[in-house]
């Protein structure tokens, strides 16, 4: 079945670094299940945007306006629609082309302040008015349609008045297929476990040291997991556990 062909959708794609490259993984992978599901998909990497490469950005939203998208979905979560902003400060989805955008919230409470009201301040001593008006401006609106998997933060951003529950659609969340893949090619040594001293080989495709961490390229863990899909009786499913950890980790000491 293919229930979304005929659909365009603009979805985001975090800088590949970010989060060690968590979020750039599982957004890649929720864009595939949408192209499963028969919807024509434009990646739009966000990169040039935060970096404010303005004619990366020009050159963006005129491919986007030639694509013309029916909706857009923030991947992996909500707060990445935020950061796709133009020089002048519109946003995108809701301000340039003018389309729905579902918002899938993560941990809202805490990152849609951080990041709508960035730079924060050092101290309450130099807090600013208006902070609520600011979160409420660039959170509540139409085009805007919410899902939150928290009740608690639906109502604390309800009771601060920044957004009313009515317009945040709560939903029981799954374990989405892209999570469970993404813990089966680490295995039970998540990479955010990875210490300096634990001198993986990974094929040769170590990459990134970040804050004492050292973390897998997404290709090694990619590349391992399609090969142990292709040989599995079941695409998608994995028979045998050991499997997945030896596939992922078979060059790894220990």
Sequence with gaps: MRPLAGLRIVVTIPPYAWFGGVDFNFATEMSEELRTL????????????????????????????????????????????????????????????????????????????????????????FSADGSIERLRAAIDHPLYVHYSPDRGHITELDRLGVI??????????????????????????????????????????????SHGRIFISQESFGDRYRALERQSKHPGQF????????????DTPG
């Design 164 to 209: 009313s529950r009515d317009k945040v659609h709560f939903y029981l969340q799954p374990a989405y297929p892209n999570y469970v893949r993404h813990g089966y090619r680490v295995g039970n040594r998540g990479i955010h476990s990875l210490s300096e001293s634990d001198s993986l080989d990974a094929d040769g495709d170590m990459i990134a040291e």
């Design 239 to 250: 028979a045998d556990e050991r499997d997945v950890k030896n596939a992922v980790f078979r």
């Design 38 to 125: 028969g919807a024509e998909v434009f990646d739009l990497d966000l990169y040039g945007f935060i970096a404010g490469n303005e004619l990366g950005m020009e050159q963006a939203v005129a491919a986007l306006k030639t694509f013309d998208p029916d909706v857009a979905i923030s991947l992996p979560n909500a707060g990445y629609a935020l950061l796709a902003r133009t020089p002048r400060g519109q946003n995108v989805f809701r301000d340039v082309l003018e389309i729905p955008t579902i918002m899938l919230w993560d941990h809202g409470l805490l990152q849609f302040p951080s990041l709508v009201l960035s730079p924060l301040p050092d101290g309450p001593e």
